[in-house]
């Protein structure tokens, strides 16, 4: 038993993945021992906890909002897989 | 004169005494990496001719009095820590031409004191394993026996310090990834409380949950590294603005320490060998004068089905950054999307996928309550266990790992299995705790073995005191690995 093939495709759609068919028929049995494990949580009767936010109970950290020199353009772009003008050149996005 | 296998203090003291420079220690440390890396596979990267320009440059610091504690030291970094000019991989195909441009904050800290840097190293891929066979670049192997795996993330982390390939070594923990390893191999690892050390410049696996730390061959060690890095940053807005502890003076003192021993972390699948060797530990402790009592954190066994769901839903929306465009692989596709598609499809190993697909069904509509929502309050269970504990006890003390090293390839097809090897680990990065392994000696197989202390939120000093007073008593002697 796994979780059905739709859903696995439907998840890997939404991260941006391509799938092997292989590599479908694996995650679908793998995923779903995982959340078989994972469905022991129902055991909890959870009703009076509140969802942890943050570990420590941190409020917003604030700091002061100072000019400093950036990076500049050339640095910037050094790791892009392509540049052009000084713009991360991607493939076309607007239909003409 | 021995160089390599030395502990910082020792080093230090040679190089201010004159006897050494820093040239000599990197040129000994990286004789024996030229030597010993092509087979264990520690660092991705070695920077030889970068670190012994900041040798010198040490050394030139040494003789005009100008040294701090770290000034001429040898120390590797986990490849996901950013640095200026030297490629970044995370252990991963999708960064393998990654050059950062600027230095991450723990860097930044190191290089002002002066530590000379060997290399970067291996890694299990974007921090996701426990075995280090993820790894784009090949796993790792145990310095203590070649077959068998040295533990992970922070796999080359823990190697290198075994075998002598750095002085010290900085990691990151998640679910167990600076402590599992150090086990593994026999060193100190020290995972601080969340918030003490600034991440910016990590690369992000679980923002919740990430924390860096040192890789040590003794305890003392650790408070050196860790005072060096540790402090608030503005530019990690989840770094505390808390004073750092005085931690290179360490009093190996606990007569009165509260020590608890949580029943939960006693349980089948704890190696016998294992469970002695930490139940001594603790009474090491005990005959120092430390108060031993049972202690109950009764939700352990959810913590690994609750870090489960967080992790990977937060690493698929940290991992989303990785898209071909700005840097790093791309695959080109027929439209933007499908560049996306292919990108990633060819960039990522089958954990990171694998990790990515759980974390996106967790988040996916319709399932965010069942799953992620009831994690966090599972999760602040777990942290609400410990806080109890440590009402009752200073520090804590259990078994970093439920067995010694495993042999490479045992669990690479159970993910499942693979993920149990951090049950005694998770819950301090679930409840952002501080919690140090400790070795406390070899199998008789001659695999070492490490327990774990844990205290309470920016107990560090605490935490290292007790751990730093096991250790004196015990007298544990550091054998080198053979590496034969």
């Known amino acids: 038993m796994g979780i059905p093939r739709e859903d696995v495709l439907h998840v890997a759609r939404l991260a941006r993945l391509d799938l092997t068919d292989e590599e479908i028929k694996g995650f679908a049995g793998q995923l779903s021992a995982i959340l078989d494990y994972v469905a022991k949580l129902d055991e909890l009767d959870l009703s009076d906890t509140e969802p942890m936010a943050h570990v420590h109970e941190a409020v917003n950290a604030f700091r002061e909002d100072r000019v400093r020199p950036p990076l500049g353009q050339e640095t910037v772009l050094a790791n892009a897989p392509e540049a052009e003008d000084g713009c991360f050149r991607v493939p076309k996005v607007i239909e003409a | 004169m021995d160089l390599v296998g030395r502990t910082i203090r020792e080093l230090r003291a040679f190089l201010d005494r004159g006897e ?57 970094l986990k490849d996901l820590l950013i640095t200026e000019g030297v490629r970044t991989t995370c252990g991963s195909r999708i960064l393998e031409g990654f050059v950062p441009p600027y230095d991450g904050t723990v860097v930044a800290r190191l290089r002002q004191a002066g530590a000379v840097f060997l290399g970067k190293l291996n890694m299990d891929e974007f921090a996701m394993g426990s075995s280090n066979e993820t ?3 090949g796993p790792v192997r145990n310095p203590w026996d070649p077959e068998r795996v040295p533990g992970g993330s922070s796999g080359g982390s823990a190697a290198a310090v075994a075998a002598g390939l750095a002085a010290a070594a900085l990691g990151s923990d998640t679910g167990g990834s600076i402590r599992q390893p150090a086990a593994l191999c026999g060193v100190v690892g020290l995972k601080p409380t969340y918030g003490r050390v600034s991440r910016y410049g990590l690369v992000a696996f679980a923002s919740s949950l990430d924390q860096i730390g040192p890789l040590t061959a003794d305890v003392a060690d650790a408070g050196w590294v860790l005072e060096a890095i540790a402090g608030h940053d503005p530019l990690d807005s989840t770094s505390i603005d808390r004073p750092v502890p005085a931690l290179r003076d360490l009093q190996p003192e606990v007569r009165g320490l509260r020590v608890g021993v949580p029943r939960e972390y006693f349980i089948e699948g704890l190696d016998p060998e294992v469970e002695a060797a930490v139940r001594r530990a603790v009474g090491v402790l005990e005959d120092l004068g430390a108060e031993v009592r049972e202690v109950s954190l009764p939700h352990t066994g959810y913590a690994v089905a609750t870090y489960y769901l967080i992790a990977p839903a937060e690493a698929s929306s940290n991992l989303a950054r990785y898209d071909g465009v700005k840097y790093g692989l791309r695959v080109a596709g027929e439209d933007l999307i499908d560049t996306y598609r292919k990108t990633r499809a060819a960039g990522f190993g089958p954990e990171v996928k694998r990790r990515i697909m759980l974390g996106t069904y967790a988040l996916s509509a319709g399932y965010y309550d069942a799953y992620y929502l009831k994690a966090q309050k599972v999760r602040a269970r777990v942290a609400e266990d410990f806080r109890r504990a440590f009402q009752q006890v200073d520090v804590i003390a259990c078994p970093t790992t439920p067995t010694p090293a495993f042999r490479l390839g045992e669990k690479v097809d159970d993910p499942l299995q693979m993920y149990l090897n951090d049950i005694f680990t998770i819950p301090a990065n679930l409840a952002g705790l501080p919690g140090i392994n400790v070795p406390c000696g070899f199998t008789a197989q001659g695999l070492p073995m490490g327990f774990q202390l844990l205290a309470g939120p920016f107990e560090e000093e605490i935490l290292l005191r007790a751990a730093y007073a096991y250790e004196q008593a015990a007298g544990i002697k550091r054998p080198k690995p053979a590496l034969g």
Do not use: H, K
Not at chain 2, 36 to 55: C, D, G, K, Q, S
Not at chain 2, 58 to 73: F, K, V
């Open chain 2, 20 to 76: 050494v420079t820093s040239e000599d220690l990197v040129r000994a440390y990286l004789d024996r990496i030229e030597g010993w890396n092509p087979r264990i596979n520690a660092y991705i990267t070695v920077t030889a001719e970068l670190a012994l320009e900041m040798a010198r440059a040490a050394d030139r610091r040494i003789r005009s009095g100008q040294a701090g504690p770290l000034t001429g030291i040898p120390v590797g």
């Open chain 2, 135 to 137: 790894s784009a670049f």
